[in-house]
């Protein structure tokens, strides 16, 4: 989900001196004067640990841990810390369909029940007959219900499976079955639900676990080593990642939830890791390399404004917000943000002076957009 709540006044949780020693870096690009504005940006958030990764030129240039992985340990963020991506799963998700686009096995324009085989989606009652393509659940105008997830704590005896999801049982009962509430292609209404479809389908069309398909048809390709699709992590992840925590920087009762939602809240990754992913994606966007993941034509579709049947624009593209340049002629940037519980994160990524922030944080609804624009100014960061 796309969360805006309003910077908290609340006083700092933990000393400034303190975090200054919790931090890890791996380059200078951002001086000690700037590095003290994000402890301080922290404290007033009520953040206990916080990672950035800045892309200049088409590189990464920066990456840099702050604070603490958990409320009352010592053990501090590094760049290998893993957070929970929420929301920005729906961005990863479309690399994969548009890495299958590319192969021949999906194409965007096809409903999707032509890939599926264990799941139907129900209709549009209106119109049974109006079934919803691949390009409309990317962009959230195939009218599918369910905006976003509650999550389950960890620790619960058994966590309810996607198939569960989709029909509504054994979930939140407030997480209604999976259909077609509106007119697909009329309207853009941000649906989580949409992106659960397109699990399905991905599932149902190889046959493998979500996670191994990205691990063999992007994760590697792109460098994301520290990244991984679950809802139940294994004693070795566990190791690796920030626990979540409440709005007042107080750590969540259950250390951190988990979205059996995979493809619209359930990645746990790095912020170096989704600035690899922007990188590939800047890459293909320009097709400088012989190696380029996606060609230039997908790439250009997955930054196309989408008309919706009434003529009316969209600015949500394929798996990311779109901004326009001030001649409102062509997509300058991509973006996504993400909320789950206990976690706040968001990216941008310039598709054209190749530019890029990622941050990724351990606290409940934080409001990561005025460090953001900090760190955009102080690369020169411009939309145009």
């Known amino acids: 989900m796309d969360w805006k709540p309003r910077l908290s006044q609340a006083q700092p949780a933990f000393l400034l001196t303190g975090l200054l020693f919790l931090c890890i ?9 700037n590095e003290i504005f994000i402890l301080d940006f922290m404290q007033q958030e009520r953040i206990p640990g916080l990672s950035i990764a800045i892309i200049q030129d088409r590189q990464l240039s920066y990456t840099k841990g702050f604070g603490i992985k958990a409320k009352g ?8 810390t893993i957070f929970q991506a929420a929301s920005i799963s729906k961005s990863v998700t479309a690399g994969l369909v548009l890495r299958y686009v590319d192969q021949g ?3 965007l324009d096809s409903t999707v029940r032509h890939y599926l085989t264990s799941f139907q ?10 079934n919803p393509t691949i390009r409309q659940l990317l962009s959230h105008t195939a009218g599918v219900n369910g905006s976003g997830f509650l999550g389950y704590r960890h620790t619960k005896k058994r966590i ?5 999801f989709l029909r509504g049982k054994k979930t939140h009962p407030w997480e209604k079955k999976t259909t077609i509430k509106y007119k697909p292609g009329a309207q853009m209404k941000y649906s ?5 479809v397109l699990q399905q389908a991905l599932i149902d069309l190889e046959g493998e676990k979500f996670q191994s398909q990205f691990q063999q ?19 070795e992840e566990e190791k690796n990642i920030a626990f979540g925590h409440k709005k007042n920087g107080k750590l969540l009762t259950s250390q951190y939830y988990v979205y059996p939602q995979l493809a619209a809240a359930g990645l746990w990754t790095t912020a170096s890791d989704l600035a690899h992913y922007l990188i590939e994606i800047q890459t293909s966007f320009h097709g400088q390399t012989a190696e380029s993941l996606w060609p230039i034509p997908l790439m250009k579709e997955m930054t196309e404004l989408q008309v919706l049947s009434n003529g009316e624009v969209s600015h949500y593209g394929l798996g990311f917000g779109l901004y326009i340049d001030e001649d409102n002629t062509q997509t300058c940037s991509i973006r996504h943000k993400g909320a789950n519980w206990g976690y706040t994160c968001q ?6 002076n190749g530019n890029g922030v990622v941050i990724m944080c351990n606290r409940n609804l934080a409001n990561l957009d005025p460090l953001c624009e900090q760190i955009n100014n102080w690369i020169h960061y411009e939309d145009r």
């Open 25 to 33: 870096s791996a380059s200078s690009q951002i001086s000690s004067e």
């Open 73 to 80: 340990t010592e053990e501090a963020v590094s760049k290998h």
């Open 105 to 107: 096995k999906m194409s």
């Open 121 to 130: 989606l129900a209709p549009y009652k209106q119109q049974p007959n109006l």
């Open 160 to 164: 309810p499976d996607l198939g569960e």
């Open 192 to 196: 989580g639900g949409g992106y659960c």
């Open 217 to 235: 048809n992007l994760f590697q390709e792109c460098g994301m080593n520290s990244s991984f699709f679950s809802a139940e992590l294994t004693e």
């Open 347 to 352: 990216m941008y990524a310039h598709l054209y």
